[in-house]
């Protein structure tokens, strides 16, 4: 009798102590943020910029090629990554709150680029200063989440590559 308490009590001990010995749960959505689930979407992004930068700034030839690649490499490709990026739901709040801040930038983003293409569309050059301010929005944004991200990860022990 007295062994089956004796096992029931280090049972219980055991029990309580192996609670205390597993990861941060923060820590743990947020390993799982940085190595799961945004890597099979960064080549996504990746791609539509440098697809971007390869037609605009002194890479830029006329309004043609840039609404063309717009229209059928650059947009869809970044479509592509928004929509990843919005069905990913990050466990804890802390993580929740910066994934919110890399869809809000990436949206803000993607909605430049659509409205680059009306401006073509359209003919009109006033969208364009609409359209610059949103892109430094959207890199503001992506800043911030940049930022928000090392201090998470500092606060939680997790060490970030580069």
Same mark, same amino acid.
């Given at each position: 009798?007295?062994?089956?308490i004796i096992v029931a009590i280090m049972t219980m001990?055991?029990?309580?102590?192996?609670?205390?010995?597993?990861?941060?749960?923060?820590?743990?959505?947020?390993?799982?943020?940085?190595?799961?689930?945004?890597?099979?979407?960064?080549?996504?992004?990746?791609?539509?910029?440098?697809?971007?930068?390869?037609?605009?700034?002194?890479?830029?030839?006329?309004?043609?090629?840039?609404?063309?690649?717009?229209?059928?490499?650059? +947009?869809?490709?970044?479509?592509?990554?928004?929509?990843?990026?919005?069905?990913?739901?990050?466990?804890?709040?802390e993580v929740q709150e910066l994934h919110g801040l890399?869809?809000?930038?990436?949206?803000?983003?993607?909605?430049?680029?659509?409205?680059?293409?009306?401006? +073509?569309?359209?003919?009109?050059?006033? +969208? +364009?200063?609409?359209?610059?301010?949103?892109?430094?929005?959207?890199?503001?944004?992506?800043?911030?989440?940049?930022?928000?991200?090392?201090?998470?990860?500092?606060?939680?022990?997790?060490?970030?590559?580069?």
């Amino acid at each position: 009798m007295r062994t089956k308490i004796i096992v029931a009590i280090m049972t219980m001990l055991l029990s309580v102590v192996c609670f205390g010995c597993g990861q941060d749960p923060v820590q743990e959505d947020l390993l799982n943020y940085i190595n799961t689930e945004l890597p099979t979407l960064a080549d996504l992004e990746t791609e539509a910029m440098q697809k971007y930068e390869s037609v605009t700034g002194d890479n830029y030839t006329d309004d043609f090629v840039l609404y063309e690649t717009l229209s059928n490499e650059i +947009i869809p490709t970044y479509r592509k990554f928004v929509e990843g990026l919005e069905e990913i739901k990050p466990k804890t709040k802390e993580v929740q709150e910066l994934h919110g801040l890399y869809v809000e930038a990436a949206n803000m983003q993607y909605n430049a680029l659509v409205q680059i293409m009306a401006a +073509i569309e359209q003919l009109d050059t006033n +969208i +364009i200063a609409n359209v610059n301010e949103k892109m430094s929005e959207g890199r503001k944004k992506l800043r911030e989440f940049e930022t928000k991200l090392l201090e998470l990860a500092e606060e939680h022990n997790v060490t970030l590559e580069q």
